[in-house]
């Protein structure tokens, strides 16, 4: 399988400030396609997982552009350009590339 | 508006059984591929099962293989998981989840969760 790491584990942050969360893959993931598959989830507090991110740099539908994914191959990054109290909660990488689809462990922000 | 909703779960004693149910509206149903996740308290989230539109091919984790089977009925619009054996690490809240396009992609809507808890 996969495994997806990522770093911190857990990103005190200021509000209004920007907040950076790195994700790194064991494999390219890389598909036959050409395309990456790669995906960022949040969970609030309470909450069922949310689509942040996919392609490593697609917002989904209704996700403010305060929200930006990046990177390539097997290391990715997602950004908060300015942190809402809205944005608590944890976020999980994801890939999709190869079965089984595996998870980051999460990283938790908090005010 | 894409809608998933779980139920099902409950307190079960290690070695039973339980099914959980996932209806859905909002889209068409019997297009698109879905997934089973997991979380047990306090934990991250852990793939389980998935199945694809129509209901022909399946594919588990290998800590659930041989124990759960995911089903569906497009008919009802309903996606199940039959969990049988069950065990204290099988204690998790668990989310049904549409994949975006075919099996590899991410899952875009998530239903609210339904809670199983395997206990003496």
């Known amino acids: 399988d996969i495994v997806m790491t990522q770093t911190p584990l857990s990103s005190p942050v200021t509000l209004g400030q920007p907040a950076s969360i790195s994700c790194r893959s064991s494999?390219?993931?890389?598909?036959?396609?050409?395309?990456?598959?790669l995906s960022w989830l949040q969970q609030r507090p309470g909450q069922p997982p949310r689509l942040l991110i996919y392609?490593?740099?697609n917002r989904f539908s209704g996700v403010p552009d305060r929200f930006s994914g990046s990177g390539a191959g097997t290391e990715f990054t997602l950004k908060i350009s300015r942190v809402e109290v809205e944005d608590v909660g944890v976020y999980y990488c994801v890939q999709g590339v190869q079965f089984p689809q595996t998870f980051g462990q999460g990283t938790k922000v908090e005010i | 508006e894409v809608q998933l909703v779980e139920s099902g779960g409950a307190l079960v004693q290690p070695g039973g059984s339980l099914r959980l149910s996932c209806a859905a509206s909002?889209?068409?149903?019997?297009?698109?591929?879905l997934h089973w996740v997991r979380q047990a308290p306090g934990k991250g989230l852990v793939w389980v099962s998935r199945i694809n539109h129509d209901g022909s091919g399946t594919t588990y984790a290998d800590s659930v293989k041989g124990r759960f089977t995911v089903s569906r009925d497009n008919a009802k619009n309903t996606l199940y998981l039959h969990m049988n054996g069950l065990r204290a690490e099988d204690t998790a809240v668990y989310y049904c989840a549409r994949a975006m396009w075919g099996g590899a992609g991410p899952p875009d809507y998530w239903g609210q969760g339904t809670l199983v808890t395997v206990s003496s």
């Open positions: 494999q390219s993931l890389v598909n036959s396609d050409g395309k990456t598959y």
């Open positions: 392609q490593i740099s």
């Open positions: 909002g889209f068409t149903f019997n297009t698109y591929w």
